[in-house]
């Protein structure tokens, strides 16, 4: 491929420098459409959340806005991000495990729709917030289902010591919490959250969760009386970044989750009224590219490295989760293989390795390589280590790009520090 979003990746390299973090427009809109599309049901309303954490800026959230779906905050950043993008913000849901006074002051100021609440302490720092107040919020109790998927396993465990959520076998915890924000009219108990993992290839797992989730929202209905409506079961659909990898098509996994909760639901009375699901990672994955110029190459005993003009500060995937990334060089798509290559950051650190081993034709300075996957958990998890500047983002649709983020200066780092040399 030497385009993304039919403009010339050269020329992309030319215009914005590197390194730069380029969306295809049209990608980002293929997946939104698809899981808007296929995340439907007769029986429940239906809803999709975007986790922004995996890609937060305003131009990605007024797409979202666009394709008519919910936004998941988990930080007045991204909650102000949000309200910037004009976003409507009764369609947010506030997650998070510690969510400050002032952050859950702003959510209440700015008309967050929904509150993800994560434990006892946070229940009663809203319920003293919101009392005697004419603010309304909706509410959601995350729950922790024992589950935990992550890449190719899922294991059903009693793990009940995560920092997310209630664990579902501590109901007496839980049943305080919904009593807790039951005893106030300003907020509205709607349901149970639960994320069980990232990068999730097994759709058993999503069954897995819904039947524990659907059988703990009746048991909260009969045993209780709680009026529990709402159900939401996180994201992590997985991405490609490698050929190891096998998602499962989107279609597919929204297929299998509505059956098995019309299902579910149908056992229970259809006491469930809506269900929602939160995609981060499988929306903005693949729709993403970094495009770095090639620097020294340098010859070790059992290496050949290329050096990129970035690293582990605009991509900490590699180092933090030993992430797999498949790459090109911008031209050179149809070269022969010439070697195996590591490509390396410009970081000091030695783990600031982007890709371990890469077969690739020769590589030459002022080549550019093409990192294939790079939209989710990349720019959002950026660092200003060694104090490079945060790279810019363009979206490309149809021939045309737009940055929708500057890159930063070397005056933007100093910003906010005080200039007295001798104070
Ligand atoms: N909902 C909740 C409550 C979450 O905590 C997350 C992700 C998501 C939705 C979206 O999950 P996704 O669909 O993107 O898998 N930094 C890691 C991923 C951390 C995910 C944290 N929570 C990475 O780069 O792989």
Known sequence: MSEIGGMNILTLAQTY?????????????????????????DSFKTDVVYASKAFNCMAMIQLIEEYGCCLDVVSGGELYTAYKAGYDCSKIFFHGNNKTPAEIKMALDLGVGTIVLDNEMEAAELVRQISGTDKKINAYLRVNPGIEAHTHKYIVTAHVDSKFGISMLDEEDIVNVIRM?????????????????SQIFDKKAYSELVKKMFAFASKLKNEYGFDVTGVNLG??????????????????????????CEEENAKNGNQITRVLIEPGRSIVAEAGYNLYTIGYIKKTPNKLYAFVDGGMSDNIRPALYQAKYDAFIAGKEND?????????????????????????????????????????YGYSMASHYNKLPLPAVVFVKDGTAREVIERET??????????????
């Open 17 to 41: 420098g590197t390194p730069l973090a380029v969306y295809d427009e049209g990608a980002l809109r293929d997946k939104l459409k698809s899981f808007t599309e296929h995340f439907r049901s």
């Open 181 to 197: 924000v039951s005893s106030t009219d300003n907020i509205t108990f709607e349901g149970i959250h639960a994320h069980i993992g």
């Open 235 to 260: 994201g992590g659909f997985a991405a490609y970044y490698t050929d190891e990898d096998h998602p499962i098509p989107v279609d597919e996994v929204c297929a299998e989750i509505i059956r098995t």
């Open 336 to 376: 022969e293989v010439s070697g195996t290559y590591t490509i390396a950051g410009k970081c000091c650190e030695s783990g600031d390795i982007l890709i371990q081993s890469i077969a690739l034709p020769e590589v030459k300075t002022g080549d550019i390589l093409v990192m294939k996957t790079t939209g989710a």
């Open 410 to 423: 070397y005056e933007h780092l100093i910003s906010l520090e005080k200039q007295e040399v001798n104070p």
